[in-house]
C-alpha cells in the first residue's frame, strides 16, 4: 500500500529501496531543462536561492557552482538522507515540509522547485507561500508533468498506448494530478506574478535509450494490475521491450512543463 503522508499525496514511499536511483535517473534525464531555465533567468554569484522538494540533489548542486561562494543555498524536502553528500560550504540542507513548516518572507532571489507541487494537497497555496519568500524582483521557476503525451508513439503501437495512460489514471486514483504541468500557468498567473513565461519539453526517445522509464513501469507493475487497469502480459510486454536493443518504438514520456515568474 501507499502510505499517505499528512501534508502530501507523494505517491512514493520515500524510504523504499531504489527510491534514490528513480530519483536520480529522473533529474538526471531534465536537469538540462531545469538548468537552461535557470542560465535563461540569470542566476549568478551571490544569489541565495531555495530548492524546494530537492530530491537527490542534482540542482542544488549546480545551484551552488553557479552562486558560488558569496551565493547561498537551501535545499529542503520531506526526506533528506538523498541531500546528506551536499556538503558545500554554501549549502544547506533542511528537513522541511513546505506545506505547513515557515519558510520566510522576501529571503530568497530564487526559489525553485520540480516535480513538487502536484504531491501537495493545495499548489496554489504552496505557490503564494514561495512567492512571500522571495525578495521584490525575485524569480519563481517551478516544474510539472502533463502525463498527456505519455501514450504518444511512432510507429502505432497499441499496447504500449494503453499501458502508457494507465499512470495517469493510477495518479488520479490516488489524488494526484496528471495535468499539473498544464495548469501552472494560470497558477501563477492567478497570483498576480509578474513576467510568467511557461514551456513545456518532451524527450522523444527510442524504448532502450529510456531504462529509467522503464524502471518506473517496474515499480508501477502491481499496482497498475491490482487496479485492473492493465493486464499482467501488457505490462511486461512494456518492460521486456525497453531492454529489447532492437525495439524501435519512439516514444514521448510526459511533458515537462517549466513555468516562471517574478514577484513583484
Ligand atoms: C518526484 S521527486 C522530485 C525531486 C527533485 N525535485 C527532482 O526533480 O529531481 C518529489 C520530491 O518532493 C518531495 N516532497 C514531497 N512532498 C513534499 C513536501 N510536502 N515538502 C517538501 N518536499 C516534498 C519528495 O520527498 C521528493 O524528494
Known amino acids: 500500500m501507499l502510505e499517505r503522508m499528512a501534508s502530501t499525496t507523494y505517491m512514493f514511499d520515500t524510504a523504499e529501496e531504489g527510491e534514490r536511483d528513480r530519483l536520480l535517473a529522473q533529474a538526471l534525464m531534465w536537469d538540462p531543462v531545469t538548468r537552461r531555465r535557470l542560465h535563461d533567468i540569470g542566476v549568478t554569484e ?11 540533489g542534482t540542482v542544488t548542486r549546480w545551484l551552488a557552482d553557479t552562486v558560488g561562494e558569496t551565493g547561498h543555498v537551501v535545499a529542503t524536502d520531506i526526506e533528506t538522507k538523498w541531500l546528506r553528500s ?8 533542511m528537513r522541511h515540509d513546505v506545506t505547513t513548516d515557515p519558510l520566510g518572507e522576501s529571503v530568497y532571489d530564487l526559489i525553485c522547485a520540480r516535480l513538487v507541487l502536484v504531491h501537495l494537497p493545495d499548489p496554489h497555496a504552496t505557490v503564494d507561500k514561495l512567492l512571500r519568500a522571495l525578495v521584490p524582483g525575485g524569480w519563481l521557476l517551478v516544474e510539472e508533468y502533463d502525463m ?10 497499441a499496447t504500449w498506448r494503453k499501458v502508457a495512460a494507465a499512470p495517469a489514471e493510477m495518479l488520479s486514483m490516488g489524488g494526484g494530478d496528471p495535468h499539473m504541468g498544464a495548469k501552472l500557468t494560470s497558477i501563477l498567473h492567478a497570483t498576480g506574478a509578474a513576467d510568467v513565461d511557461t ?11 529510456v531504462p529509467s522509464w522503464q524502471a518506473q513501469f517496474g515499480q508501477f507493475r ?5 487496479a485492473g487497469l492493465v493486464s499482467p502480459a501488457e505490462v511486461d510486454k512494456v518492460i521486456a521491450d525497453f531492454d529489447d536493443e532492437s525495439c524501435d518504438l519512439v516514444v514521448y514520456g510526459p511533458l515537462l512543463v517549466s513555468a516562471r515568474c517574478r514577484k513583484p
Do not use: F, K, T
Open 46 to 56: 551571490g544569489w541565495r536561492c531555495l530548492e524546494v522538494g530537492a530530491g537527490s
Open 86 to 93: 551536499l556538503d558545500a560550504p554554501n549549502v544547506q540542507v
Open 148 to 157: 498527456i503525451s505519455l501514450p504518444m508513439c511512432h510507429p502505432p503501437d
Open 199 to 209: 514551456e513545456a519539453v518532451a524527450l522523444p526517445r527510442r524504448m532502450p535509450q
Open 222 to 226: 502491481e499496482r497498475l494490475v491490482d
